[in-house]
T-cell receptor, first 111, second 113 residues
Framework: DQQVKQNSPSLSVQEGRISILNCDYT??????FLWYKKYPAEGPTFLIS?????DKNEDGRFTVFLNKSAKHLSLHIVPSQPGDSAVYFC??????????FGPGTRLSVLP | NAGVTQTPKFQVLKTGQSMTLQCAQD?????MSWYRQDPGMGLRLIHY???????DQGEVPNGYNVSRSTTEDFPLRLLSAAPSQTSVYFC????????????FGEGSRLTVL
């Protein structure tokens, strides 16, 4: 059973609008969460992280929200740009443990 | 600045053949790991190492061996390739065990016929 779920395999958004990518987890011991972005034929690259002591972390156009009671986090991209088109992976870890990755969401930003 | 370097980028094997995927990092990271990426499955951890001379199994270790004789290198060995090992393999490193983000290599696409 997957501990980290990304229930939307794909998402299409118009350029300039907001993209919202969702991630749910089942392990209540997870205390650190990351988002990675992956272009075709490249390795994943780190985008943004959040620790369980926070409920929001912002970095430029990217904001991650964490709702611990719902075991849910989301990545907001505002405004979306065509260069944001990629696969986005959510990852989580419990202290001292390895990261567990979700299956990914493919974002397409349409010009 | 090379970061994490994986070789080869592409490889085709026949069932039963063995091979080694190479991974090297130049950031003096203690933690290194190998993942495989399969459609709909995300990235699954095969093996990892928290320092030279120390290795441990991840989620899907069967059919793979690793060693860590130096801080820089972390090769992944397929002992007897099977079609189920057709995948894209990523090596990753970080300064410590879950003390920050992972830095990934560009990946190695392996096809087993």
């Amino acid at each position: 059973d997957q501990q980290v779920k990304q229930n939307s395999p794909s998402l299409s958004v118009q350029e300039g609008r907001i993209s919202i990518l969702n991630c749910d987890y089942t392990n209540s011991m997870f205390d650190y969460f990351l988002w990675y972005k992956k272009y075709p034929a490249e390795g994943p690259t780190f985008l943004i992280s959040i620790s369980s002591i926070k409920d929001k972390n912002e970095d430029g156009r990217f904001t991650v929200f964490l709702n611990k009671s719902a075991k849910h986090l989301s990545l907001h991209i505002v405004p979306s740009q065509p260069g944001d088109s990629a696969v986005y992976f959510c990852a989580a870890s419990a202290y001292g443990q390895n990261f567990v990755f979700g299956p990914g969401t493919r974002l397409s930003v349409l010009p | 600045n090379a970061g994490v370097t994986q070789t080869p980028k592409f490889q085709v094997l026949k069932t039963g053949q063995s091979m080694t995927l190479q991974c090297a990092q130049d950031m003096n990271h203690e933690y290194m790991s190998w993942y495989r990426q399969d459609p709909g499955m995300g990235l699954r951890l095969i093996h990892y190492s928290v320092g030279a001379g120390i290795t441990d199994q991840g989620e899907v270790p069967n059919g793979y061996n690793v060693s860590r004789s130096t801080t820089e290198d972390f090769p992944l060995r397929l002992l007897s390739a099977a079609p189920s090992q057709t995948s894209v393999y990523f090596c990753a490193s970080s300064p410590g065990h879950n003390t920050g983000e992972l830095f990934f290599g560009e990946g190695s696409r392996l096809t087993v016929l």
